[in-house]
């Protein structure tokens, strides 16, 4: 307890349980598998229940773990079992928030799967091997889309990226329509 | 068949379109060409490492080829200046952990990020390079992470000292060197560095308690921005408060920052605060209210986690301050109907911990409408609960006892029926009034249980109760059936308790005996061997005569012995004409060879220690004594006492003594050892003066020929005493033996020695030697089995103590008695204790013993003593060590 708080798991799973984009950051699940069935268990305990408005609590195999759904996506983080539950959630809010404005708030499965570059960096910005780094919604989203180009970059290729990220931009407008 | 299967996999493709649909390693591998090209595509690239991640996140593992191959085609992307993409790159070399080899290949790139004008740059490359670097890098980086602590960039600085933690467990020495700079960034205006900072630090300095201190006194009276960093401060705190207890009186320090942090704005730091006054050792009510005000509040929070940890926090307070949270009951009662099940049945407990006699009616009734849906987990911390709740309000047992019996009857797993049944197994025994409805409860159940295990203790538990209730012959019926109905274990189990039926109550022996013939046709040998034993020796006639008292003791009386100790003297006996005799295994229950208190520092084993095994195991003393002749005709070892030492650590010679106690003898066993390498000691003996041992005749004493350094030997002495008495009295001893000088390089002997001698410590034999730890398992049981006939109860002032705890281990080492019931364990802050506890006096007398603690202000501890044994004489005996102690 005289330690620093510390995360053992974040997790995106979506409406079936299945992966969208996990991170482990404790040895308490070895391998792949055990790392499925921690998820599987913890998918089954809280499919029920309805963590839509407000972020839900539980606790399973001795580790608290707190979550929040949002339409076909799955949020969770878990603790050890004395950790501050209040921590916990602050750790889920700000990646919840952070995800919401990555997506610009087009959040389900499909968006998340096409911005996976997206999710995963947010993962790395959140925690990084259990600490906390941030926990600021607007922070982390401001790390992770600072898509701009590097000052130190020659001219020319700097507007032919950035030729490219318009064009991106505009090919995901229009299928997203 | 197919068909259909295809189309319907087709109909979901469309309505879950995923970019990562069939998606295959080998193709992405091969994707991973790009990173070659001459002129890259940053948005490709990205593409391509994010289909990689998203293999590695999927649970996909590369070989040690692929990976390799991968890590050497990502590491061409440091050309580009795509910051998207150097983003990924980080990311992908993260996830590949590469080898200390392909390491070197990322360096030079990673360091030139390091030092780059480009805040992200820096920030990522110093977490990418910390974490797949080793120890000899480091020195080369050290410098740049230094500056890095202190960079005015939070993101930066965060970054080295996040990777600091992290590096602290494998290379101390390093980040320990940093710590002016880490001090300098605990005052950062940024919150997040401070949080950061504030966690290395302490993690740097967590062995030096003085400057954990310090740095505590100090945070506490600055200004702490971040909640995290001062959550942290209030652990730290915690701990500070923890080592101080011990020292200080009085106020206690740092309560009252702790108890400012209950209006801290942020409510992680509200929580933190109040969960740490909480678990605060031996706290007061009045440190508590504030505490559980918040709390309270935190219970109507709109918030599902904020109602959970409060609740999960007052329950806990609960078990050792119930009053303290009856305050919050009301808002508590609300909670039973909460949405999340976790705060239910927290609040469930936590009320069933707290309330009185008048509100568990109305408890039940809730809890009743709730069981149902909650897992089977819930529902043993529910029975629990109940059960508890039971021994504190005996007159409400018939409602509780209802309604154990109705969940006995659902739905469950063995775990919570296991639960359930013990909980009324110990209503039956707690509470008289309860005993005929709780058996019939449990008959009940057995008329449909699925388990075996469950079944047989029932049937056990019946056979002990049943016969002592006012009509037992309506058991049989239910007993019975499971002769007719169950697997062959329950049926062995039923016989055994139709057996007990018949032989404690006479009036229903010639009816249980008809039941029993029909047993002897049973198809499994384990049923009708039973049934053949107990009707042979429960007396075969069926006439209505009373059972021999050693008959019934035989077959129902409990067993004295340790298991382990006749599975250790079964593998030992050897098939021979001589039967296997039961009394010739040692009763002692074995326990690990304590130090002794008077010797602090001296290693536990003791240097004498014989070398045939270790020192406290009785078999090992009983071997070693039976081969020697001249104590073989002294009979059987009742005791061996633990070694005591004679020296002081580190003399000469180091002796300790482990006495055997036999019934008209007593042995001390002297084992020796030499430390000198230049000597060698000859015809050791050991000259006991027994002037001050009155009842103590010397018989035999048997020398060691020569002791050379390092090599343990053992001398012996024998002494008469009164046969049955526990005689006591003080020896002194002398070790005399001829030195011989040695040269220790080539081993010579000299020829002549030197007679010498060399003064031991003194010798007691006391009250205590003659106790026998035998536990019991049902002391209860023992002690009224015993009877009051030969009770002896007084009362003792032991004067002022440290603890409770430390009085209770006292008279319980003075007794030498076995604990019974895990009583020896005081709780925290208790004000009184009971103690009970079992042994056997010489002789075989069964001494049982129930001690009364109770502690008052200035420590003054008194002790109430009742002793019930099967002998007068050993009644005041044991009150006699108390009174001498």
Request: charged share 25%; net charge negative; proline share 4%.
């Amino acid at each position: 307890m005289d330690t620093c708080p510390s995360i053992k798991n974040i997790l995106l799973l979506d409406s079936e349980g299945k992966r969208v984009a996990v991170k482990y950051y404790s040895n308490d699940w070895p391998t792949n598998s055990a790392k499925e069935a921690f998820e599987k268990a913890v998918f089954t305990k809280t499919q029920k229940t309805n963590a839509r408005t407000e972020a839900e609590i539980a606790m399973l195999e001795g580790n608290v773990i707190v979550y929040k759904f949002v339409q076909d996506l799955h949020f969770f983080v878990t603790g050890g079992e004395d950790e501050n539950e209040l921590i916990l959630a602050t750790v889920l809010q700000g990646f919840f928030d952070a995800v919401g404005l990555l997506l610009r708030g087009n959040v389900d499965k499909k968006e998340a799967l096409e911005n996976l570059d997206l999710i995963l960096l947010c993962l790395d910005e959140i925690v990084d091997g259990g600490i906390i780094l941030e926990t600021d919604a607007n922070v982390i989203a401001g790390k992770v889309a600072s898509h701009s180009v590097d000052v130190g970059a020659p001219l020319s290729e700097q507007t032919i990226s950035q030729a490219l990220a318009t064009a991106r931009e505009h090919l995901t407008r229009s299928l997203l329509k | 068949m197919a068909q259909p299967l295809v189309k319907k996999d087709d109909d979901r493709d469309d309505e879950e379109y995923s970019p990562f649909l069939g998606i295959e390693k080998g193709a992405v591998l091969q994707e991973a060409r790009v990173f070659n090209d001459p002129q890259l595509d940053p948005r490709r690239c990205s593409q391509v490492i994010t289909k990689l991640l998203y293999l590695l996140n999927q649970g996909e593992t590369f070989t040690k080829i692929e990976a390799t191959e991968v890590f050497f085609a990502v590491t061409k992307l440091f050309q580009s200046r795509d910051i998207g993409l150097r983003r990924m790159v980080y990311l992908m070399i993260k996830e590949l952990s590469p080898s200390a080899d392909e390491v070197i290949i990322v360096t030079s790139s990673l360091m030139k990020d390091m030092t780059s004008k480009t805040d992200m740059y820096r920030a990522n490359a110093i977490r990418v390079l910390c974490r797949i670097t080793d120890g000899t890098l480091l020195t080369q980086i050290e410098r740049y992470l230094k500056q890095a602590i202190v960079d005015k960039n939070p993101v930066v600085a965060s970054a080295a000292l996040v990777s600091g933690i992290h590096l602290l467990e494998t290379t101390p020495e390093i980040v320990k060197r940093w710590s002016n700079e880490v001090q300098e960034a605990v005052q950062s205006r940024a919150a997040l560095v401070q949080f950061h900072a504030l966690a290395l630090l302490h993690q740097i300095r967590q062995n030096d308690r003085l400057a954990v201190s310090k740095l505590v006194t100090s945070l506490t009276r600055g200004t702490v921005r971040s909640p995290l960093a001062q959550c942290l401060l209030i652990r730290y705190t915690t701990q500070v408060i923890r080592e101080a207890a011990t020292t200080q009186t009085g106020d206690r320090p740092f309560y009252d920052f702790l108890e400012s942090c209950l209006r801290h704005k942020a409510e992680m730091v509200i929580f933190e605060a109040a969960r740490a006054i909480t678990e605060l050792n031996g706290v007061t009510n009045r440190e508590l209210t504030p505490a559980i005000t918040v709390l309270q509040l935190f219970l109507s929070s709109s918030k599902p986690v904020l109602r959970f940890a409060a609740v999960r926090t007052l329950n806990k307070v609960a078990m050792t301050h119930p009053m303290a949270v009856t305050n919050c009951n009301i808002d508590m009662e609300s909670l039973i109907s909460d949405q999340n099940r976790s705060i239910a049945t927290l609040a469930i407990t936590t009320l069933l911990k707290t309330g009185n006699e008048s509100s568990v009616d109305r408890l039940m009734k809730q809890i009743t409408n709730f069981m149902s849906d909650i897992a089977d987990e819930f529902k043993i911390v529910v029975v629990e609960a109940i059960r508890s709740l039971c021994l504190k309000f005996p007159l409400k047992y018939r409602s509780l006892m209802n309604f154990l019996s109705n969940i006995l009857r659902e739905e469950g797993g063995f775990e919570y029926k296991k639960a359930i049944v013990d909980s009324i197994v110990i209503l039956i025994r707690d509470i008289p009034d309860a005993k005929e409805n709780g058996l019939l409860h449990l008959c009940e159940f057995i008329e449909d249980c699925e388990f075996t295990y469950l079944s047989t203790q029932i049937l056990h538990f019946l056979g002990t109760e049943g016969p002592k209730t006012s009509d037992p012959s309506k058991y049989i019926r239910y007993i019975y059936n499971r002769v007719h109905l169950e697997n062959a274990t329950v049926r062995a189990a039923a016989v055994s308790t139709l057996a007990k039926f018949g032989a404690m109550v006479d009036a229903l022996k010639p009816r249980v005996f008809v039941l029993l013939r029909r047993c002897l046709y049973d198809g499994d040998d384990e049923v009708r061997d039973r049934a053949t034993l107990y009707l042979n020796t429960v007396g075969s006639d069926g006439e209505v005569i009373e059972t021999d008292k050693v008959v019934k003791d035989f077959l129902f009386g409990s067993l004295d012995i340790p298991l382990a100790n006749i599975e250790t003297s079964l593998k030992n006996y050897e098939p021979a004409e001589q039967p296997f005799d039961i009394n010739s295994v040692p009763k002692e229950v074995k326990t690990q060879p304590l130090a002794e208190k008077k010797a602090p520092g001296k290693k536990p084993a003791g240097l004498g220690a014989p070398p045939s095994g270790p020192p406290s195991t009785v078999d090992a003393y009983e071997k070693l004594l039976s081969s020697i002749p001249e104590f073989s005709d002294f009979g059987k070892l009742f005791k061996s006492s633990a070694p005591v030492e004679l020296t002081e650590a580190e003399t000469e010679y180091a002796v300790n003594v482990v006495k055997h106690i036999f019934d008209r003898h007593v042995v001390f066993q002297y084992n020796c050892t030499n430390t000198i390498p230049e000597q060698l000691l000859e015809n050791v003996t050991v000259i006991v003066d027994a002037s001050e041992a009155e009842e103590f005749a010397e018989v035999a004493s048997k020398p060691l020929r020569s002791l050379p350094y390092d090599s343990p030997g053992q001398i012996f002495g024998a002494f008469e005493k009164p046969e049955g008495v526990p005689a006591v009295g003080k020896f002194s001893n002398m070790l005399r033996f001829i030195v011989k000088e040695v040269d220790p390089t080539t081993g010579d002997v000299e020829d002549d020695g030197v007679e010498d001698e060399y003064q031991l410590e003194d010798l007691e034999v006391v009250a205590a030697d003659y106790v026998m730890k035998v536990g019991v398992s049902n002391f209860r049981n023992a002690w009224e089995s015993i009877g009051p006939d030969f009770e002896r109860v007084d009362e003792y002032g032991l004067g002022p103590r440290e603890s409770l705890a430390e009085a209770v281990s006292a008279v319980i080492s003075l007794l030498g008695m076995q604990p019974c019931e895990g009583t020896e364990v005081v709780a925290n802050n208790s004000r009184s204790h009971t103690c009970l506890l079992s042994g056997v006096f010489i002789g075989n007398v069964k001494v049982l013993v129930r001690l009364q603690f109770g502690i008052d202000g200035p420590k003054e501890v008194a002790m109430k003593l009742a002793v019930r044994s099967e002998d007068d004489n050993v009644s005041d005996m044991i009150h006699e060590i108390v009174a001498s102690g």
